[in-house]
């Protein structure tokens, strides 16, 4: 079993930036896939970042490319999100998952455990 509680969203202006972050419980973190994923009104859900169980694989959604960057940190059961040059379009609900199988982030059902959100807004 592991819980996630995703901190460090809020407010902020086009082009600013933020860092998420998500807390998991539980000893093997390191075993674990992790991503970010996000949620605006009215539309699907949106792979946006994910990271291997090491942290030597990165993988990005094209809206992000180049302006987010996730990292991890095994020793402190923590997962990361930075997200520079914001854009009112990355406002969302921000939801950190962790899957123990090596699946493709964009597969149906991924993530077996899943944070309650952190929402980000970005205004113009």
């Known amino acids: 079993q592991v819980q996630l509680v995703e901190s460090g969203g809020g407010l902020v202006q086009a082009g600013g930036s933020l860092r998420l972050s998500c807390a998991a419980s539980?000893?093997?973190?390191?075993?674990?896939?992790m991503g970010w994923f996000r949620q605006a009104p009215g539309k699907e859900r949106e792979f946006v970042a994910g990271?291997?169980?090491?942290?030597?694989?990165?993988y990005y959604g094209d809206s992000v490319q180049g302006r987010f960057s996730i990292s991890r940190d095994n020793a402190k059961n923590t997962v990361y999100l930075q997200m520079n040059s914001l854009k009112p379009e990355d406002t969302a609900v921000y939801y950190c998952?962790?899957?123990?199988?090596?699946?493709?982030?964009?597969?149906?059902?991924?993530?077996?455990?899943w944070g309650q959100g952190t929402q980000v807004t970005v205004s113009s």
């Open positions: 998952a962790a899957e123990g199988s090596y699946r493709d982030y964009y597969s149906p059902g991924w993530g077996e455990y």
């Open positions: 990271i291997n169980w090491s942290g030597g694989s990165l």
């Open positions: 539980g000893r093997t973190f390191s075993r674990y896939h």
